[in-house]
């Protein structure tokens, strides 16, 4: 379905409660953020698959642009992301979202781009936890290289994208122009992580394309109650390439959680 956030129709799906136990009114609710390319589709069963085996609620939306959300006008002229982004999402379109469905308190769960969005957010709302994926805290150049190289690919990698974007060219260039951008260079928040109250938990693969165990090493400095998951024969999506190592984590980590607020 679309929800209008801040003027803007976001395409939702809500995930039912898994299988009931004695322990599921405890639970938070769990909240999707998708990669720089991703969608509500792209994810695919996967976070139903999670909130199963939580036996949780949950949300997954598309960010505008993406998906079937609303596109954007000039996507590579006057509609070009600004290399604050990240924040604004975190910071104003999150929590309308987030007030819109009535969730107080979730479990963030971000992949990449996503990842770096949930973090911003915990830095600054409460939430019952954070689980990140492939999250960014700064800029590598491993990345940059990454993204140089899908940017030289688009018109091959095109037709698959379009199975989960309705206007392809809007989700990819909004992604790449701003990553590539002068400006998005001196991304980093680190300085936010201290402020991080909530559990958490960053996972990243050893061969992730897109980043180093840097990124995830970088959060743990500066939020001791960090876990850690570094998986092996693994790139830059966790929840695909070490699917049942990724549910454990997240099996162990939800258990740990205490109760929810919900109204």
């Known amino acids: 379905m679309l929800l209008s956030i801040l003027g803007v129709q ?5 995930i039912p409660m898994g299988k009931l136990t004695d322990s599921s009114a405890n639970k938070p ?3 999707f953020l998708h990669e720089g390319l991703g969608s509500v589709a792209l994810w ?8 199963e085996s939580l036996a949780c609620e949950g949300w997954v939306y598309s960010r505008q642009g993406y998906g079937q959300s609303d596109g954007i006008t000039d996507v590579r002229g006057a509609g070009r992301l600004k290399a604050d982004y990240l924040h604004r999402e975190a910071l ?3 929590p309308a979202l987030l007030a819109a469905l009535e969730i107080s308190n979730p479990l963030l769960l971000g992949h990449s781009d996503g990842g770096s969005i949930s973090l911003i957010h915990a830095s600054q709302f409460s939430v019952a936890g954070c689980v990140v994926l492939a999250p960014h805290v700064m800029v590598e150049d491993i990345a940059v290289r990454a993204i140089s190289n899908a940017r030289d690919n688009f018109e091959q990698l095109k037709p698959r994208l379009a199975a989960f974007h309705k206007n392809v060219d809007v ?4 992604w790449n122009d701003v990553w590539l951008s002068e400006a998005f260079q001196h991304f980093d928040i680190r300085p936010l992580l201290h402020k991080i109250q909530s559990p958490l938990m960053a ?3 050893f061969d992730d394309p897109y980043g180093t165990m840097a990124q995830i090493d970088e959060i ?6 960090t876990q850690l998951v570094k998986l ?5 999506s966790p929840h695909k390439d070490q699917a049942q190592d990724v549910l454990q984590a997240l099996k162990y980590f939800s258990s740990s959680l205490g109760k929810i607020q919900r109204h």
């Open 232 to 236: 092996e024969n693994c790139g830059h």
């Open 171 to 174: 989700a990819f260039w909004q």
């Open 44 to 51: 695919k069963d996967w976070p139903s698959q999670i909130c």
């Open 29 to 31: 609710v769990c909240v």
């Open 10 to 14: 976001l395409e939702v799906q809500h």
């Open 220 to 225: 743990a400095a500066r939020a001791p109650q």
């Open 203 to 205: 996972i990243q693969g």
């Open 92 to 94: 104003e379109v999150l």
